[in-house]
């Protein structure tokens, strides 16, 4: 295993650019552009500064450094290969060569009297030659200026080697998986959300690439998996204690209900056996000593459904598992959270500028909420003011205080803003026209001072008024309980048709759609078709990706929700106190 020093600066950059020209034409011009006239590069130390000219290597941050790197790397790896008895593999600047020991001898010696001339200057005391046991000694008098060793080391983040070295190995990184998480988990009692995010986006990944290139190595990694499961999901959701359903609740991705912090342990052979499969043809070739590697695509698509098919089968069988353990209630509330958009705001960075972040507090009660733990931090009342027993189920749907009503404003000024952007005069709440006395069907509304949520004109169609109606619902209401989840959905999308469909298709001459929301943040049909054509409507004007936009718009929707929600729990619902006289001339001596 070799390793160059200095690599990316050392790179030849003149020759480098005279080989892009033969290895990669396509990509020669642009590099060409950016390399061709010396970088400037400023040394200052605050009030002085001087130039320097770079004339070499490549330029640190360049997103184009790695492939100008390893294209104009290829006429010395191709030197290589009159080795046939050698297998070469290199990636950027490091490289390898597997086979006999007198013959990699050889191969070793044209690294390092052809690499220099090319840029690339192989470090012995960086580079690693692994030997089976008892060849040590020989490979010492043919190597006398590299590492040898039989145990295995590490290469491009795994390890090659004996079982018994790359137990060692995963032993010691095991322990910095440990420190990191522990880590983040005391960060995560200041800010749970953004610590969630740094460890799904971020410190797991870390392993991620170990897990694929590394079989056999489930029992490795049980110690990471109890400091997730004591540490970093306490600190996370400010619970004392995560029992094991929980748990396994937990490491479902979100679209399942789960938060996407999967098991290192159940997820490890899996991980291995599809990295193989993904990667077999490339093995093939390498193995073959192929000169030349061109995918075969059509296969490459076949091969990376059947991954995703394994794994969404694999999901699907731990979600159904999980949710025959679970009670009636509890089994509804799985089936709520694991709906589409329910798990919008546990997709996304933390991003202040976009109002993505909670607060601890929010972002607690809404785990709470989502998994039926115990609400934590400041103690809530006992009861409510209206007497009944302060559950979350009646904080939920207790009108006094105006949540209820908070929550469906939130929705619809949303909304009606984004109409705004693509629509024409949007209005909220705008006066129906009134019926004289026209004959509508049964339970339609008639008064003529009625109103709905939002109008637009252009919606649908040019010109035509489009009219709207938002009803946010508690989805663990008792009167919403005693059915199934979609038939839930189109109850409440009914009933608004019931009462203003016809009125508006009549009397206004536009189109009505019921704009029908859970308190987890799923949408009804109607609304999920608004939500798709705002998005098509608002790509359209401003030259962005469809999908970006409806993303934004279901993660506004869904952080609308549940900061609605937490609210709901938190709000104060007693009387308000009057002012009197003597408190405005305290007020104004304080002041």
């Given at each position: ?9 050392a ?14 034409p396509?990509f020669h011009?642009y590099?060409?552009?950016?390399y061709?006239?010396p970088s400037?590069l400023?040394v200052?130390?605050?009030e ?7 004339r070499?290597?490549t330029t640190q941050?360049?997103s184009a450094?790695m ?6 790397l290829?006429?010395f790896v191709?030197t290589?290969?009159?080795y046939d008895k ?5 990636y950027a ?6 086979g006999?020991l ?5 191969w070793?010696?044209r690294?390092?009297?052809?690499g220099p001339?090319?840029g690339?200057?192989?470090d012995?005391g960086?580079?690693w030659?692994v030997?089976?046991p008892?060849?040590e ?5 043919l190597f006398?200026d590299?590492n040898?060793t039989?145990i295995g080391?590490?290469y491009?983040g795994?390890?090659i080697g004996?079982e018994?070295g790359t137990a060692?190995?995963?032993?010691e990184m095991?322990l910095?998986?440990k420190?990191?998480i522990?880590?983040?988990?005391e960060?995560a009692y200041t ?7 740094a460890y799904?986006?971020?410190v797991s990944k870390?392993?991620?690439f170990?897990?694929?290139?590394t079989?056999?190595i ?10 997730i499961?004591?540490k970093?999901?306490?600190?996370i959701t400010g619970?004392?204690y995560?029992?094991?359903i929980?748990?396994k ?6 679209r399942?209900g789960?938060l996407g912090i999967?098991?290192?342990v159940t997820?490890a052979?899996l991980?291995n ?16 000593k192929?000169?030349e590697?061109?995918p075969?695509?059509e296969m490459?698509?076949v091969t990376k459904a059947?991954?995703r098919?394994?794994k969404?089968d ?6 159904e598992?999980?949710r025959?353990q679970?009670?009636e209630?509890?089994r509804r ?28 507090q929010e972002?607690q ?7 039926n733990l115990p609400?934590v ?6 009861n ?6 302060n559950?979350v189920?009646h904080?939920l749907?207790?009108?006094k205080g ?10 619809r000024d ?6 705004t ?6 209005e909220i ?9 026209r004959?509508?069907p ?5 008064e ?13 169609n040019?010109?035509d ?9 508690n989805a663990?209401?008792?009167?919403n309980?005693n059915?199934?989840?979609p038939l839930?959905?189109?109850?409440h ?6 009462a203003y ?5 009549e009397i206004?001459?536009?189109?009505f759609s019921?704009?029908?929301i859970s308190?987890?943040g799923?949408?009804?049909k109607e ?7 705002i998005a098509?409507l608002?790509a359209?004007?401003?030259?962005n990706?469809h999908?970006?936009c ?15 929600v937490?609210?709901?729990i938190?709000g104060f619902?007693g ?5 009197t006289s003597?408190?405005?001339w ?6």
């Amino acid at each position: 295993m070799v390793d160059a020093s200095n690599a990316f600066n050392a790179l030849n950059r003149k020759a480098a650019l005279s080989n892009m020209d033969h290895t990669c034409p396509e990509f020669h011009q642009y590099l060409t552009n950016t390399y061709g006239l010396p970088s400037r590069l400023f040394v200052t130390d605050g009030e002085h500064h001087e130039i320097l000219l770079s004339r070499e290597g490549t330029t640190q941050g360049d997103s184009a450094a790695m492939g100008m790197y390893a294209c104009s790397l290829m006429p010395f790896v191709n030197t290589l290969r009159v080795y046939d008895k050698v297998i070469t593999i290199f990636y950027a600047d490091d490289g390898t060569g597997a086979g006999r020991l007198d013959k990699v001898s050889e191969w070793w010696g044209r690294v390092k009297s052809d690499g220099p001339s090319f840029g690339y200057y192989p470090d012995p005391g960086k580079s690693w030659l692994v030997v089976k046991p008892g060849l040590e000694q020989q490979a010492k008098d043919l190597f006398p200026d590299v590492n040898v060793t039989s145990i295995g080391h590490r290469y491009l983040g795994s390890f090659i080697g004996t079982e018994e070295g790359t137990a060692d190995y995963l032993k010691e990184m095991a322990l910095k998986w440990k420190s990191d998480i522990e880590t983040i988990s005391e960060f995560a009692y200041t800010d749970p959300q953004l610590a969630y995010s740094a460890y799904t986006m971020g410190v797991s990944k870390e392993w991620s690439f170990v897990l694929r290139t590394t079989a056999g190595i489930s029992n490795l990694l049980e110690e990471v998996e109890e400091t997730i499961t004591t540490k970093l999901l306490p600190a996370i959701t400010g619970q004392p204690y995560i029992d094991d359903i929980t748990r396994k609740t937990m490491a479902l991705p979100a679209r399942y209900g789960g938060l996407g912090i999967e098991n290192p342990v159940t997820m490890a052979d899996l991980e291995n056996a599809n990295s193989v499969a993904a990667t077999a043809e490339l093995v093939k070739a390498i193995t073959e000593k192929k000169t030349e590697f061109v995918p075969d695509q059509e296969m490459d698509k076949v091969t990376k459904a059947a991954i995703r098919k394994l794994k969404q089968d694999l999901y699907k069988s731990l979600h159904e598992t999980i949710r025959g353990q679970l009670s009636e209630s509890a089994r509804r509330n799985f089936d709520l959270i694991s709906e589409k958009n329910s798990s919008a705001y546990l997709t996304c960075l933390p991003i202040q500028q976009l109002n993505f972040n909670l607060n601890r507090q929010e972002f607690q009660d809404a785990l709470s909420i989502r998994y039926n733990l115990p609400i934590v931090g400041e103690a809530r009342p006992t009861n409510c003011a209206c007497d009944e027993l302060n559950t979350v189920e009646h904080a939920l749907s207790c009108k006094k205080g105006g949540y209820v009503a908070l929550r469906h404003n939130r929705v619809r000024d949303y909304i009606a803003a984004e109409l705004t952007r693509v629509c024409d005069g949007t209005e909220i709440e705008p006066s129906l026209l009134p019926t004289n006395g026209r004959d509508l069907p049964e339970g339609t509304i008639t008064e003529d001072n009625a109103r709905l949520d939002i109008s637009a004109r252009g919606f649908w169609n040019t010109m035509d008024k489009a009219m709207f109606d938002v009803r946010a619902f508690n989805a663990h209401a008792p009167s919403n309980c005693n059915q199934t989840i979609p038939l839930t959905y189109a109850k409440h999308e009914t009933q608004k048709k019931i009462a203003y469909l016809h009125r508006v298709r009549e009397i206004e001459g536009g189109f009505f759609s019921p704009l029908v929301i859970s308190t987890t943040g799923g949408l009804a049909k109607e609304f999920t078709k608004v939500v798709k054509h705002i998005a098509e409507l608002k790509a359209k004007k401003s030259g962005n990706r469809h999908g970006d936009c409806i993303r934004y718009i279901r993660l506004r929707l869904s952080f609308s929700m549940v900061r609605s929600v937490t609210l709901s729990i938190r709000g104060f619902r007693g009387k308000k106190t009057e002012t009197t006289s003597d408190d405005l001339w305290n007020m104004r001596v304080c002041q």
